[in-house]
């Protein structure tokens, strides 16, 4: 039972130094999604895949860029850290193209940290 | 501008109350969702819908359109109940716009 597994669970970073968070799902969904959550804010879409080969800038993109390396993977790089991108990070997948008709299974999310 | 709002922010009730958690949104939407994220943080899906009700065991949910307004109820409410209760909408005109609510803290106590 698997599901959308995120890595790592957690991480410090310094400003200025560049990681890749990593989800992978299970459940042969075409769409993926990376969302932050922030104290007090809801969560708020930074990219998403509708299907393997495309990606699409949600809400907050600035500062982050994406690869669907397959269907199965959907990976989120940030290339310098800032101390704004200290958030917690989920992952999602669902079935459909498109989230507004179909639920969503989301990852145990990723705590990070940038000092 | 929120598209979304919950209320309460936080609510603790005791084992056994009867629980109401409400959402209201302010755009066209093609389906509501209510999400349950756990202490440890992991979030899950608990209803999608668009019109009516729906029932999964003690949680119920209800929506309607017509005043943009959902309602998520516990009955026989149990310390494991304890969350983070989450609205989402999608908007009607678009496939990729979606709000979040700011989630619901509820405390259930023994």
């Known amino acids: 039972n698997a599901g959308v597994t995120q890595t790592p669970k957690f991480q410090v970073l310094k400003t200025g130094q560049s990681m890749t968070l990593q989800c992978a799902q299970d459940m042969n969904h075409n769409s993926m999604y990376w969302y932050r959550q922030d104290p007090g804010m809801g969560l708020r879409l930074i990219y998403y895949?509708?299907?393997?080969?495309?990606?699409d800038k949600g809400e907050v993109p600035n500062g982050y860029n994406v690869s669907r390396l397959n269907k199965r993977e959907f990976s989120l790089r940030l290339e310098s850290a800032a101390p704004s991108q200290t958030s917690v990070y989920f992952c999602a997948s669902s079935t459909l193209g498109r989230w507004s008709n179909q639920p969503q299974h989301f990852g145990d999310g990723t705590r990070l940290s940038i000092l | 501008k929120n598209e979304v709002e919950q209320s309460p922010q936080n609510l603790t009730a005791q084992e056994g109350e009867f629980i109401t958690i409400n959402c209201s949104y302010s755009v066209g939407i093609s389906a509501l969702h209510w999400l349950q994220q756990h202490p440890g943080g992991g979030i899950v899906s608990l209803f999608m819908?668009?019109?009516g009700k729906k029932k999964h065991g003690r949680l119920i949910a209800t929506i309607n359109i017509q005043e943009k307004h959902s309602s998520l109820h516990i009955t026989a409410s149990h310390p494991r109940d304890s969350a983070v209760y989450i609205c989402?909408?999608?908007?009607?005109?678009?496939?990729?716009?979606?709000?979040f609510g700011t989630g619901t803290s509820l405390t259930v106590i023994p």
């Open positions: 895949s509708a299907s393997e080969g495309t990606t």
């Open positions: 819908l668009s019109s």
């Open positions: 989402a909408v999608s908007q009607s005109n678009t496939g990729n716009q979606f709000y």
